[in-house]
């Protein structure tokens, strides 16, 4: 196979990225897209030159394309990556990979049946200083880790208030779903730790409920539909054990009185990591019998540009998806069982 054809569908805001990743790959054709919205469509189709466009999907899988970016809302992931596998697609699957581990492992089922690829959307895997991280880690630098603090705090980010992201039925939940499964991958594909085992966990809804008393700056998928719905959570605070040998505190926020800051802190025996802060990766550790922390150099990438080139890679037999379906369906267990120990106001064990 000389070069992968591809398809997009959901040609939203993560679909034009997609879109540009591809036109940046060698080894990629883009050579269809869908979009529901034919206004939306036709502007994508116009801006990227592209004569095969579709509004349904099944139309673009019936294409001759080897594979397709999922990238429609987080309620249609099942339907469509089903549906694609089935057609004997490859798929580039946007986080979260479905709306419950129970739609994950129904995807990971069509899969293994049309022995396709899937990879997840976790693209800040791709980002120069995680890879820089793993390495960390696979070299000993940190020791034995021990515990991880996940931080993603905005303090008025709710996205399209009364739209898809803050209605349950299509989202699958609030920020827990929509960044901290960023957050969570993130953290277990540094560490190493695919075992979380019990997570006592709490939710709050505090500030986009209201719909109309919201107060903010700026709004990313806006604008606010007031007549909508706000039925997810804006705050999510917890704690997860891995078994004996390691633990985690998360707070993942879309809305708070509280200073915006993000990062996850890895804290081993010997060396502890601090990542996704927007600034250097630093390692803190000892040196010559003192502390010191180490801001390595490293060139930034263009993590969708990795992501793309590694599916396109792995669609061709060329190496691994960059994040597997079974990593994927971890983190959706771990976020389910996030929910359940909220509504169940105790520890739950996944
Ligand atoms: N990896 C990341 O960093 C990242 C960033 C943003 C969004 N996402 C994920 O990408 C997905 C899409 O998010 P978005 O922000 O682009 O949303 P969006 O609402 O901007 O785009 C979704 C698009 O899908 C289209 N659509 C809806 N139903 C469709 C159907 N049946 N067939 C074809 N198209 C259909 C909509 O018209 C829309 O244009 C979500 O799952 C989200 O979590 C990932």
């Not at 700026?218 to 039925?231: E, L």
């Not at 509280?258 to 025996?269: H, S, V």
């Not at 000892?286 to 890679?313: C, M, S, W």
């Not at 976020?335 to 106001?345: K, T």
Request: net charge positive.
């Amino acid at each position: 196979m000389s070069t992968v054809k591809v398809g997009i569908i959901g040609m939203g805001s993560i679909g034009a990225v997609h879109a540009d990743a591809y036109r940046a790959c060698p080894q990629a054709e883009l050579a269809a897209i869908c979009d529901v919205s034919s206004a939306r469509l036709d502007s994508e189709a116009r801006r990227l030159n592209i004569s095969r466009r579709f509004t349904d999907y099944r139309e673009l899988l019936r294409t001759g394309v080897d594979a397709v970016s999922v990238c429609v809302g987080n309620v249609l992931h099942r339907e469509v990556a089903v549906a694609a596998l089935k057609a004997g697609k490859h798929i580039l699957l946007e986080k979260p990979m479905a709306m419950n581990a129970r739609e994950a492992a129904a995807i990971i089922a069509a899969g293994h049946r049309a022995r396709k690829i899937i990879q997840v959307g976790m693209v800040n895997r791709q980002r120069a200083e995680i890879q820089l991280a793993r390495e960390y880690v696979a070299t000993g630098l940190l020791g034995q880790i021990y515990h991880i603090h996940a931080m993603l705090i905005r303090r008025r980010g709710i996205p399209g208030l009364g739209g898809w992201f803050t209605t349950k039925s299509m989202s699958g939940g609030g920020p827990l779903i929509d960044l901290g499964v960023h957050w969570f991958d993130a953290a277990m594909h540094v560490s190493g730790l695919w075992k979380p085992t019990r997570v006592s966990a709490m939710n709050y809804a505090k500030f986009g409920a209201p719909l109309k008393g919201y107060k903010y700056v700026d709004m990313w998928a806006g604008p606010p539909k007031f007549n909508g719905v706000f039925d997810v959570e804006d705050y999510s605070t917890g704690f997860v054990r891995f078994g004996r040998q390691a633990t985690m505190d998360f707070n993942i926020c879309w809305a708070a009185n509280a200073e915006e800051r993000g990062f996850i802190e890895i804290l081993g025996d010997k060396g502890g990591l601090r990542m996704l802060e927007g600034k250097p990766l630093t390692l803190l550790t000892e040196h010559q019998g003192r502390l010191a922390n180490i801001t390595p150099q490293y060139k930034d990438v263009n993590p969708f540009q990795v992501q793309a080139a590694k599916f396109i890679a792995a669609s061709r037999g060329l190496g691994k998806p960059a994040a597997t379906a079974g990593e994927g369906l971890t983190v959706m267990k771990l976020l389910d069982a996030v929910y359940r120990s909220s509504r169940l106001g105790k520890e739950v064990e996944l």
